[in-house]
């Protein structure tokens, strides 16, 4: 998954938290079968990415990922001094997760590649054929038994030497991207026909470039965080071209990128401020990435560029924090994608502010002047970042069908959607979450026409979830992390996913919480 975005769920809400209901649904129990089913040629799937599942982490010639230099050189990193040496095993316990992939009935598969473990120094001058053939035998086990691979290039494990070069931030990164995907659609380009260019830019240019929330935690705010924006959409654009220039004609496959989003509601909407702040906070967060590839007109919305323009002016800079495109790389990226990849998992209230204390100067937050809260009514079953609010998903969906007239032609493709817990088998929570997060694609499908092709849970197991370390868990199936051979045991969520993908519709009672449990949990 992605995992948080730490800033908006600052101390003070923390305390207030507790107000939440811990179980429940703002919108009633719903009772029975779902009259909408899933179109039968919806994709169902699950996803994973190679760093949270797979250790091995210096396995057969791997070389090393940031995340794995930084959390042998910061033990202290997270909460439980874990880091993703062993994971949940998945270099060797792959087929143990294929027999798990096939048990929930799905056929799709989301998951990602090492870059460092095909290519350990992150050039192509040196292949690992080990992580090579890792990959292969993956693939053609999954294929073997009807399970469509969808591969992830860049899920955040970006190979150490090129991020002590500076990552996503040096202009050259661009040349490295498109030499590692080149080595990777000429390795799978046979087998794999669905890519994504990059995991959720904005969660891992804003926590991990911005401030220190993620790996490579380099607290550059208001200045590394747009270039790895900048970078990262170009190295997509990159991408996205030369496959369609080397490999498209022959391999036939298609390549998008995969946004996240949080929904964003006024915090009191008769408010005009409140509005304003809602979408300004979706243009900041969302619409920089979304824009300059899925609209029209291309580029950066004109508020973000207005907004960091002017706010780099008043604070002295020379130029503006945000870098410019050229208009041949304006062109490069419009278009770039051939599905809409969209993570959600929540929704947060918006209002207007200059200033907030846990504001960095210069940083995306002072730029956007958006206070971020949570709704304290909604139900906060999990991490404490996570309200359950069903009803965004669906505002999200129809916000970017309506805004990328683009979505008409190409899919959305939900490539994340999940709940974290404290891993436990009997997960009521994680259940009716899912019930009622597919029960809002259902009516963005049939009453909204939203082109909602496919949805893919996170997650298939439990893993590492980048700084929350084994804490919190989002897994369909429970990893005994304490167990050196890593046991997988399915969860009750498990069972309803599975069937929610045969039937084609959500029952909301086959799982039912026993009623002491849902009394004893309501505040
Ligand atoms: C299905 O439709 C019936 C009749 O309109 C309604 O009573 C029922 O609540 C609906 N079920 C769900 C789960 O929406
Ligand atoms: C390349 O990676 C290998 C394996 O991690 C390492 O031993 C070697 O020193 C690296 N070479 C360079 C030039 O970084
Ligand atoms: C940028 O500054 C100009 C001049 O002060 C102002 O008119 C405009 O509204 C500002 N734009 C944004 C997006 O804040
Ligand atoms: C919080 O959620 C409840 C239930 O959806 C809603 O009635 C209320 O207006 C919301 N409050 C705010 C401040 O958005």
């Not at 747009?226 to 997509?236: G, K, N, P, R, V």
């Not at 200033?355 to 949570?374: C, I």
């Not at 129809?398 to 959607?417: A, D, G, H, M």
Request: aromatic share 14%.
């Amino acid at each position: 998954m992605r995992s948080l975005s730490r800033v908006a769920v600052g101390a003070p809400l923390v305390a207030l938290s507790l107000l939440h209901l811990a179980f429940g649904s703002i919108d009633g129990f719903k009772d029975g079968v779902s009259n909408y089913s899933f179109p039968d040629d919806f994709i169902f799937g699950v996803s994973t990415a190679a760093f949270q599942i797979e250790g091995g982490w210096n396995a057969d010639g791997k070389g090393e990922s940031m995340w794995d230099t930084y959390l042998h050189k910061h033990p202290e990193y997270t909460p439980d001094r874990s880091n993703g040496d062993v994971a949940a095993d998945s270099y060797h316990k792959y087929m143990e997760d294929i027999d798990m992939i096939k048990n929930l009935g799905v056929n799709y598969y989301r998951m990602s590649i090492s870059w460092p473990r095909i290519l350990p120094n992150g050039t192509d001058n040196n292949i690992n054929h080990a992580g090579v053939m890792y990959y292969r035998t993956l693939f053609e086990e999954l294929l073997r038994v009807n399970i469509t691979p969808i591969v992830t290039l860049f899920h955040w494990d970006m190979p150490t030497p090129l991020m002590d070069l500076g990552g996503w931030s040096n202009p050259k990164i661009v040349d490295y991207f498109e030499d590692y995907a080149r080595v990777a659609f000429n390795l799978y380009g046979d087998v794999i026909k669905t890519w994504t260019t990059i995991n959720e830019p904005h969660q891992h240019c804003y926590n991990g470039y911005g401030h220190a929330f993620f790996v490579p935690a380099l607290l550059s705010h208001g200045v590394g965080e747009y270039l790895c924006t900048h970078y990262i959409l170009l190295s997509h654009a990159r991408v996205y071209r030369m496959y369609e220039k080397e490999f498209r004609a022959y391999q036939k496959g298609r390549v998008g990128i995969t946004l996240d989003a949080f929904w964003s509601e006024p915090k009191n909407p008769d408010k005009p401020e409140d509005v304003d702040a809602a979408k300004w906070y979706l243009q900041m967060h969302l619409d920089i990435y979304a824009h300059p590839i899925f609209s029209d007109v291309g580029d950066y919305p004109s508020f973000v560029r207005e907004r960091v323009n002017n706010m780099s002016l008043q604070q002295g800079f020379s130029r503006s924090r945000l870098p410019y495109f050229s208009a041949e790389e304006i062109d490069s990226l419009r278009g770039s994608s051939d599905f809409f990849g969209l993570n959600h998992y929540t929704t947060f209230l918006m209002s207007q502010s200059n200033m907030e204390k846990e504001w960095l100067v210069p940083s995306l937050d002072h730029d956007a002047g958006v206070k971020v809260e949570q709704n304290l009514t909604w139900p906060l079953p999990g991490p404490e970042w996570l309200t359950v609010y069903p009803a965004g998903f669906r505002k999200l969906l129809n916000y970017i069908q309506t805004n990328y007239r683009i979505v008409k032609k190409i899919p959305i493709i939900v490539t994340e959607n999940g709940m974290g817990d404290k891993g436990q088998i009997e997960d009521y929570e994680r259940c009716s979450y899912f019930n009622d997060y597919l029960y809002q694609v259902l009516l963005a499908i049939h009453q909204d026409n939203c082109n909602v092709q496919g949805y893919f849970a996170w997650t298939l197991m439990d893993d590492f979830e980048w700084s929350d370390g084994y804490v919190t868990k989002f897994g369909l199936y429970q990893v005994d992390f304490e167990d050196p051979n890593r046991p997988r045991t399915p969860k009750l969520s498990a069972k309803n996913y599975r069937n929610i993908v045969r039937t084609r519709r959500i029952d909301f009672n086959y799982i039912k919480p026993p009623l002491n449990r849902l009394q004893s949990n309501r505040l």
